[in-house]
């Protein structure tokens, strides 16, 4: 598909400020596809359906999860995390998207996992680091990312969890996994 058909499908689902938002994830993403050597046209893909299911009613969400049997751990953690997964069923289902590193990366976009493929982690990245977010220490990870694009994945990760760990949240299992994974894959290397 073509970036202007993707992001004609995608500018209905959206607000304008997360249409915004959107196009900064789909141009950072193809960077960084870009500076480390992933499929560009994937990346760039994955980047602008990634929030296609952002203003989907929670309930037709969590209807989705129950339907499609998605983890059903989700339904007990924050809704916000909801869109992701239903987000990579719905731009399979009404866009048409059947390539699967697209839809992974789409899946794990806000978590993050274990053993995150090469365009999971610079779509996860992309989201963080987009010229429109504003987060305290988001400058430092933007910096790393033109380095190592595990580290940047690591520090943004290690951002987030100290996050929701100060606003007293619980942490999904999947993004402890993606930060661990990493972690220990540096480690070994030393
Ligand atoms: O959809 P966006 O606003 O662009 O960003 P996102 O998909 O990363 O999701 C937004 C938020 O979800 C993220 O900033 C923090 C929140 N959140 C709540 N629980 C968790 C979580 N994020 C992660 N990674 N893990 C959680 O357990
Ligand atoms: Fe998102
Ligand atoms: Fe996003």
Known sequence: M????????????????RYVHTIGVADTAVKLAERYGANVEKAELAGIFHDYAKFRPKEEMRQIIVEQQMAKELLSFHHE???????AYLVQKEAGIQDKEVLSAILYHTTGRAQMTKLEKIVFLADYIEPGRKFPGVDDVRQIAKKDLDEAVVAALRNTI??????????????VYAY????????LEE
């Open 162 to 175: 100290n996050f929701l760990m100060s606003k007293n949240a619980t942490i999904y299992p999947d993004t």
């Open 2 to 17: 073509k970036r202007d058909q993707a992001l004609a499908i995608v500018k209905e689902q959206l607000t304008e400020k």
């Open 81 to 87: 995390l909801w869109h992701a997964p239903v987000g």
């Open 180 to 187: 661990n994974d990493l972690v220990q894959k540096k480690i």
